[in-house]
């Protein structure tokens, strides 16, 4: 399956002349751990879709990362308020593990677009990515969060460590601890 269909297949149907188009719009990148996506002071000018491997937003309290958000292969990497408002980001992006992926500038979006309804769907992509940060700054308790996330995304406690899901959830390590010991 190429990298077009792998990607599209979830956002809806395309026909080949789409993912052709799509595929001749997207640059496809590997990176190595650490390697800086995006960062603080930069305007996000495209999305990255990861193939595989991991990488994490963050911004910087004190001396430690602040965790922003997780992202894992099948997931749209990209600063959403930087993006939406063409202003410079807050936060860092950075490969957590060497990283495959997929970039798609801001004028190949709208290209798409202007080819094709069917790539309208890239727009969900913009609500999708709030959706998700807002629920941890609302949800009243540690223990919502805690099973919100696995709940919706238990991949992520395989795959990074416990001090950043913390971080990621808004709650001290040892919170986390003890919930997942009472669970």
Not at 1 to 11: A, D, E, K, P, V
Not at 129 to 148: C, L, P, Q
Not at 157 to 183: D, G, N, V
Request: glycine fraction near 6%; include cysteine.
């Amino acid at each position: 399956m190429s990298f077009g269909n792998r990607i599209l297949q979830s956002m809806g149907s395309f026909s080949e002349r789409e993912v052709a188009f799509f595929e001749s719009k997207a640059e496809r990148e590997v990176l190595g751990r650490n390697a800086i996506l995006l960062k603080e002071g930069e305007v996000c000018r495209s999305f990255f879709y990861v193939l595989s491997g991991m990488a994490y937003q963050y911004s910087y309290r004190d001396i430690d990362e602040n965790i922003v958000e997780l992202y894992t292969e099948g997931d749209w990497c990209f600063n959403h308020s930087s993006f939406i408002r063409q202003k410079p980001s807050e936060t860092f992006i950075k490969a957590y593990s060497d990283l495959e992926g997929v970039r798609l500038s801001l004028i190949s979006v709208h290209e798409l677009i202007a080819a094709s309804p069917s790539f309208f769907q890239l727009g969900k992509l913009l609500e999708s990515g709030v959706s998700r940060v807002r629920y941890f700054d609302e949800a009243s308790t540690a223990v919502e969060k805690y099973n919100h996330l696995y709940g919706s995304r238990p991949d992520l406690f395989q795959k990074f460590p416990l001090k950043m899901i913390a971080s990621y959830l808004k709650i001290a390590p040892e919170t986390l601890s003890r919930i997942r010991s009472i669970r």
